[in-house]
T-cell receptor, first 111, second 113 residues
Framework: DTGVSQDPRHKITKRGQNVTFRCDPI?????LYWYRQTLGQGPEFLTY????????KSRLLSDRFSAERPKGSFSTLEIQRTEQGDSAMYLC?????????FGSGTQLSVL | QKEVEQNSGPLSVPEGAIASLNCTYS??????FFWYRQYSGKSPELIMS????GDKEDGRFTAQLNKASQYVSLLIRDSQPSDSATYLC?????????????FGRGTSLIVHP
């Protein structure tokens, strides 16, 4: 019973298409984080929100990536004009104590 | 130089042995340190946090922190095959003022019967 729901679990798309992922924390959290993880690597920070405000973005987040958290609850991450290098697990996380609780992630495959 | 370094392994230990996992970090001012476990195909789950120099024990797990040497380690006593997973070290750097955990690449642990 996770505290963060992510949808979809898997997404296969063709290069050049746009994709959008959704993250729904079960309980309210001020902070919400997006990470990306590729095979054999640890999660890499992409961006985080404090309520509706996007406070920081990694340099990994090119202008093809955009994230929103319109009402301070759920969040979306959109990737425009996908590239094969975007293939990864996209993880959403909220704080538990000082640590992080991760959702199940969205596995993106760009063909 | 990556901010958080871990040996990717795999580290192979027999069932019942002590598994020792190590992590070094570059930001000397870091204050918060975490260990996560990640099973294949699953998301990371928090298993330990440590903030002060010394040891912190939780069941079969002991986290050790040495800020002067900038390393943090995780000991797993009486290792079980179910402990086979990738163990991720995470550090919150002091720089920048934002609370953003930085992860190492993880160490793969294999506990064989």
């Amino acid at each position: 019973d996770t505290g963060v729901s992510q949808d979809p679990r898997h997404k296969i798309t063709k290069r050049g298409q746009n994709v959008t992922f959704r993250c729904d924390p079960i309980s309210e959290h001020n902070r919400l984080y997006w990470y990306r993880q590729t095979l054999g690597q640890g999660p890499e920070f992409l961006t985080y929100f404090q309520n509706e405000a996007q406070l920081e973005k990694s340099r990994l987040l090119s202008d093809r990536f955009s994230a929103e958290r319109p009402k301070g609850s759920f969040s979306t991450l959109e990737i425009q004009r996908t590239e094969q290098g975007d293939s990864a697990m996209y993880l959403c996380a909220t704080p538990i104590g000082d640590g992080m609780f991760f959702g199940s992630g969205t596995q993106l495959s760009v063909l | 130089q990556k901010e958080v370094e871990q040996n990717s392994g795999p580290l192979s230990v027999p069932e019942g042995a002590i598994a020792s996992l190590n992590c070094t970090y570059s930001d000397r001012g870091s204050q918060s340190f975490f260990w996560y476990r990640q099973y294949s195909g699953k998301s990371p789950e928090l298993i330990m946090s440590i903030y002060s120099n010394g040891d912190k024990e939780d069941g079969r797990f002991t986290a050790q922190l040495n800020k002067a040497s900038q390393y943090v380690s995780l000991l797993i006593r009486d290792s079980q095959p179910s402990d086979s997973a990738t163990y991720l070290c995470a550090v919150v750097p002091a720089s920048g003022g934002s609370y953003i955990p930085t992860f190492g690449r993880g160490t793969s642990l294999i506990v064989h019967p």
